[in-house]
T-cell receptor, first 111, second 112 residues
Framework: AQSVTQPDIHITVSEGASLELRCNYSYGATPYLFWYVQSPGQGLQLLLK??????LVQGIKGFEAEFKRSQSSFNLRKPSVHWSDAAEYFCAVRTGNQFYFGTGTSLTVIP | NAGVTQTPKFRILKIGQSMTLQCTQDMNHNYMYWYRQDPGMGLKLIYYSVGAGITDKGEVPNGYNVSRSTTEDFPLRLELAAPSQTSVYFC???????????FGPGTRLLVL
């Protein structure tokens, strides 16, 4: 079965600092990869996705992610975090018609 | 354009009761999905549909049933509620290519 690992359950960063959220997946072929954000009490919103091509993908809200096949990773980054980025972040993999989500990383932003 | 709507927002069920969670999308999407989200567990796919009349099991289908009679609606049925089904349920839809999933606001279900 496919699996997605987000090793960091919770991360705290200062506003203006850089951010990197880790995601590793297990899948034989190149998967379709996604990052979603969930604000409290809300549904999930797509930040960015990777299907093929350039391994550095840009998303909304200033986020980017890099696909590294050799490390089976798809880490999410942002150069300067804003207080409004505080939320839960989920990495996901699609294989066929099924999606597999990681357990999420909760981000706290301190002033 | 409402996107994906879910009803109810919150429900308390007694063990053994049944209920249907409603999901409607107005984007004419072929694909629809039901997930459950438990604390610290991420989202797990329960069922999905690739079009009207076609449904298939996801990762955690036991205890649930679905139907897809129209493109817009994808209800999730719980026949005999159990405490293990206490969760937040999300419905989502996507168009051809499944590049972007659009999520509803969720239904919080408590089974006592």
């Amino acid at each position: 079965a496919q699996s997605v690992t987000q090793p960091d359950i919770h991360i705290t960063v200062s506003e203006g600092a850089s951010l990197e959220l880790r995601c590793n997946y297990s899948y034989g072929a190149t998967p379709y990869l996604f990052w979603y954000v969930q604000s409290p009490g809300q549904g999930l919103q797509l930040l960015l996705k990777y299907f093929s091509g350039d391994t550095l993908v840009q998303g909304i809200k200033g986020f980017e992610a890099e696909f590294k096949r050799s490390q089976s990773s798809f880490n999410l980054r942002k150069p300067s975090v804003h207080w409004s980025d505080a939320a839960e972040y989920f990495c996901a993999v699609r294989t066929g018609n099924q999606f597999y989500f990681g357990t999420g990383t909760s981000l706290t932003v301190i002033p | 354009n409402a996107g994906v709507t879910q009803t109810p927002k919150f429900r308390i069920l007694k063990i053994g009761q049944s209920m249907t969670l409603q999901c409607t999308q107005d984007m004419n999407h072929n694909y629809m999905y039901w997930y459950r989200q438990d604390p610290g567990m991420g989202l797990k796919l329960i069922y999905y549909s690739v079009g009207a009349g076609i449904t298939d099991k996801g990762e955690v289908p036991n205890g649930y049933n679905v139907s897809r009679s129209t493109t817009e609606d994808f209800p999730l049925r719980l026949e005999l509620a159990a405490p293990s089904q206490t969760s937040v349920y999300f419905c989502a839809s996507s168009g051809t290519g499944q590049e972007t999933q659009y999520f509803g606001p969720g239904t919080r279900l408590l089974v006592l």
